[in-house]
């Protein structure tokens, strides 16, 4: 080749050279801007908008993964397939969840008497939160109050609406409305101003019952006049926010007020000394006669007694956890389990093959499911023991003696059977609880002796 030649395919080369170097640094520069700026505002968000679309304008990656939650997958132990069902004037759901009662009948007999003997399912996504609790059965066998939108719709709103601007007064008024007057005030299942403040995203605290339970809790520790929303840190706040649902409550006197019991502390016997104290109970069984507690679903205690929760891992680090689209870094909000993504769930901290990681978490439910398993068993013994003493005239005393342990282990028991974890959020804590419920079931047969 040429001297004139080299020249010009040098000449090219650098041309070439340069258009690919500024193209790197043309697209280098757009995706620091694009960090830099997380999201675009394509319309004013206003205090009271509680539909989720409208923010989504606004924040289009987050607002995609929240759709995603209408997905239905299970795990091992948890989670739920779409079951088929032909739709009726009574229930336009095509879709549905399969029973629980009908996978472990044992859990109808733990609850005769009360209306989760007639429905109780799989749990499924958040998009499903509010329509499941319209049509579930549990509503026709017994009328429900307006208290259980606090954890199946985005409330915010129509509590200050209802309260004419005062988030405790409409608080008040929704919980005591029959269910199907205060449902006609709300629209979406849990939605973006339920958890965010819409002037600057940060994650605050709605539910007047979690301000007051978490007031109650703190203060059983020594902290007074704790006030969440100005004193939590933001990594407590990534649990907290979760913690507005996902807790032990009940509807305190007849005024229905959402009540977390967590004044004496938030373990399981801890909240059972309270109910002790003041006397409450959900329904009387319909077999054995015991004044029965209903646990709900208390992940949030379950996993404050866990190594997670001690380690300052968050509800959102496993079940929401980043990440990346572009430049930018997300929370991913399908809200899920971390065994179906265990790679962002889990591996950011545990630097262990996925299955592995997989293979350890079934052995500890597989574990916990034996354990819970005998202690359902000998629950349904005692259920049993005690409807035959009263068949034989056994003395009152002795069978109050039984309905009272009944009363204990039983809820003990669903306290375990309502956290949605299979006892992996506190392997320790929940086995714990099955021993003293176990414990409290032999007394109870040892009393009608």
Not at 62 to 77: A, E, M, P
Request: one cysteine or more.
């Amino acid at each position: 080749m040429t001297s004139k030649g080299k020249l010009l395919l040098l000449v090219l080369l650098t041309a070439v050279l340069g258009t690919v170097a500024g193209y790197v640094l043309i697209s280098i520069s757009e995706k620091k801007i694009e960090a830099k700026n997380p999201f675009f505002k394509v319309v004013d968000i206003g205090p009271m908008e509680d539909d989720p679309e409208v923010w989504g304008k606004n924040y289009p990656l987050q607002y995609d993964s929240y759709l995603k939650t209408v997905d239905q997958k299970r795990t091992k132990f948890g989670g739920s397939e779409a079951l088929p069902r032909i739709p009726d004037n009574a229930d336009p759901r095509s879709v549905v969840a399969q029973s629980k009662l009908e996978e472990d009948p044992r859990l109808k007999k733990m609850w005769l008497g009360y209306a989760f003997s007639v429905d109780f399912r799989e749990e499924r996504g958040h998009a499903y939160m509010l329509d499941d609790q319209i049509h579930t059965k549990r509503q026709t066998a017994s009328p429900q109050p307006g208290a259980c939108l606090n954890c199946h719709a985005s409330t915010y709103t129509t509590m200050f609406k209802l309260g004419d601007g005062d988030l405790k007064k409409g608080f008040d008024i929704m919980n005591k409305m029959p269910y199907h007057d205060a449902l006609k005030n709300v629209k979406h299942p849990v939605s973006c101003i339920d958890c965010h403040s819409p002037d600057n995203m940060e994650l605050r605290i709605t539910r007047p019952a979690f301000m007051e339970g978490i007031k109650e809790y703190k203060k059983s520790q020594g902290v007074h006049n704790y006030d969440v929303n100005k004193m939590a840190t933001r990594q407590e706040m990534r649990s907290f926010v979760c913690a507005q649902c996902h807790v032990e409550y009940y509807f305190k006197g007849p005024e229905k007020t959402l009540t977390f019991p967590w004044s004496k502390g938030i373990k399981a016997d801890e909240i059972y000394k309270y109910y002790k104290e003041n006397g409450h109970k959900d329904f009387i069984h319909a077999e054995s006669g015991a004044e029965a507690l209903k646990a709900q679903h208390p992940e949030f205690e379950m996993w404050s007694q866990g190594v997670h929760a001690k380690s300052g891992v968050s509800c959102v680090d496993c079940h929401m956890p980043y990440q990346r689209v572009g430049a930018m870094k997300i929370t991913n909000h399908q809200v899920r389990s971390p065994m179906l993504n265990i790679n962002k769930s889990c591996q950011t901290c545990h630097h262990t093959p996925e299955n592995e990681l997989k293979e350890k978490v079934e052995t500890i439910q597989t574990r916990h499911m034996e354990m819970r398993n005998k202690s359902m068993d000998a629950l349904m013994a005692l259920i049993d023991d005690i409807k035959e003493a009263k068949q034989k005239n056994v003395s009152e005393d002795k069978i109050k003696k039984a309905q009272l342990a009944q009363r204990e282990a039983q809820f003990l028991i669903d306290f375990i059977e309502a956290e949605n974890s299979t006892g992996f959020h506190a392997p320790q804590e929940a086995a714990r609880l099955m021993v003293q419920a176990m414990d409290r079931i032999r007394e109870g047969q040892l009393a009608l002796k």
